[in-house]
């Protein structure tokens, strides 16, 4: 996730660390690619566990897949924050990163299978639609977004604060506001990646070997802004 280092005294960016724009444009393509197939695979297991209910049934009776899941996709996020080199070495960056795809898939899949298709659908359209919109906004935009990751970390802890109040307290506003908070910093995260990824008149930007971890921030910001939007539109139903 684009919380873990944003400044370039951290060991996942740098400044001018490209040295031509043809490098350049091969580490964005390269990044594109892996991002792409992330989603497809995550889309994919999704998909089975929707719309198939003795995957659902199997799912509900395994739950400690679940757990699992969930122990293990922290621990490389951890990783991400004091191990980067791993993510540099092959193949263990593509072996920690299909272990990651997988872990997730399972995690959204066991969120989602409460909703029903259409709900997962149309989160997954709106998602789309948002994703390219912010694309071309990081493309485009004059401003630089990349050195504003402590300010979203504040935000990050006052959803936890919010998150910690709803287990006592359930409000359908206060749910209205989780969620559309939750859109709002994953945006920014989203933007914050790509900009990165973009590198040139940015602040900070991803060094030439962090293709991996680029891409599995940009996947992380994608799959909770898909999340966020899904729980959203459960509520507005409800």
């Not at 299909?98 to 969120?111: N, P, T, W």
């Amino acid at each position: 996730m684009p919380c873990f280092a944003r400044d370039n005294t951290h060991d996942l960016t740098y400044e001018n660390v490209f040295e031509d724009k043809s490098t350049r444009r091969s580490f964005i393509m390269k990044v594109c690619l892996i991002t792409a197939f992330m989603l497809l695979a995550t889309t994919a297991i999704l998909a089975i566990f929707v719309t198939n209910e003795d995957a659902k049934s199997w799912l509900f009776r395994n739950f400690w897949i679940v757990i699992v899941a969930l122990v293990t996709t922290f621990v490389i996020l951890i990783m991400c924050c004091y191990c980067p080199f791993l993510f540099r070495k092959k193949p263990i960056n593509y072996i920690l990163l299909m272990i990651y795809v997988a872990g997730e898939s399972i995690i959204i899949s066991f969120i989602s299978m409460k909703y029903l298709p259409s709900q997962v659908l149309m989160a997954i359209g709106y998602t789309a639609l948002l994703v390219v919109a912010l694309a071309l906004f990081a493309r485009f935009a004059p401003c630089d977004f990349t050195g504003c990751g402590p300010y979203l970390m504040i935000i990050l802890l006052v959803m936890v604060v919010m998150c910690i109040v709803m287990f006592f307290y359930r409000s359908f506003w206060l749910l209205i506001i989780f969620c559309s908070l939750g859109i709002l910093v994953f945006s920014l995260y989203l933007v914050v990646d790509i900009q990165m990824m973009i590198g040139g008149k940015h602040k900070n930007q991803y060094d030439e070997e962090d293709y991996i971890l680029a891409a599995l921030s940009i996947y992380i910001d994608i799959i909770h802004l898909f999340m966020y939007i899904l729980m959203l539109l459960g509520i507005l139903d409800e």
